[in-house]
């Protein structure tokens, strides 16, 4: 199969058809976003959903995130549409953010991986919101990648992963948050974060006030427990490179480094100049969307260099860094040192 890019700022209208045409048909398009790029297929058709997990490598048990352009479409994808969720879109959507609610009978289980429950998200990109309005569908769609390998913020590495695998890529640019939607469980309440994003829990607690946080956020599922999001058992965001985060100062992490031979840094702007080594840097220290937005690019660029050893600075866990942090932990298969 041949894989066509198509520019939506350059070419808007043969985009918005030819993405249209090709999910009417029950093909996957890979599409752009505000977080990172989708594969998307119609959500209310099991032949074309299976072909997402196809294209992507993915376990059928993870389930995927139905995208849709304006509130009135939730309520056919749900049971109901729980008070808290009504307050949280009215306050946040279009936004990063995925809430997820018990099914209605029009998700298949191809969709919610045989769960009974529904992940919706209503993206912020003005373009994904265009080609969903104008292919008139719900669309499920998870991060562009092959499974496994970080997610894409651009329409490039969609390519290196997809080529031949799916006959269109819509290109919107760069990915503006450059991590995934954050994902907040309204089927139990208190909701429970499954996973951090570009819609922080503080913002979100002050809105609907108390969120459960889950475990894997922050650690490492025990061997055999069952995650509350499947997507969060399987290794992710995982770069050649073998890495580890080390919780210290720079002044302790230079010093620490300096010592040893054939180490890669991944580090804050500015660090690398004082650094000996090859470094990588992944935003600004006290910027947590300037962190977001850098660093999938930052994990690929390590394998570009052949990085093989890594030692990586340590996010803080406040604001949007708890979900760099989130990141950052499972692609150094949660290794951390303390200095
Ligand atoms: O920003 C995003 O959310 C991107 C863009 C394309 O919208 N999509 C994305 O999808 O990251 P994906 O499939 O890579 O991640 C979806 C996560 C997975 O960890 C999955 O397990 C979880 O959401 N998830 C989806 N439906 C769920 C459900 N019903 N219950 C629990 N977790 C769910
Ligand atoms: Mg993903």
Redesign the pocket.
Known sequence: MKTEIIDIKTEYDRALQESARLLQNGEVVGIP?E????LAANALDETAVKKIYEAKGRPSD????V?IAKFEDLAPLVREIPEKVKVMAEKFWPA?L?M?MKKSDRISNVV??N?D???V?M?KSEAARAIIKNCGLPLA????NLSGSP?PTNAKYVFEDMNGRIPLIIDGGNCEIGV??T?I?FAEDPPRL??P?GVTLEEMTEVIGEIVVDDAVLNKLEEGAVA?????KYKHYAPKADITLIKSTFEEFKAFIENQADITALCFDGEGKELSCPFVEYGDISDGYSQSSRLFDALRELDEMGAKTVYARCPDTKGMELAVYNRLIRSAGFKIKVL
């Open positions: 976003t977080t990172v790029y989708g993870n389930p995927l995130i995208h990063p995925t997820i919610s991986g769960l429950t529904v992940a998200r993206p769609a998870p991060s562009a997610s995934e939607s994902v469980s499954l996973r994003g509350s999001s499947p997507g969060m």
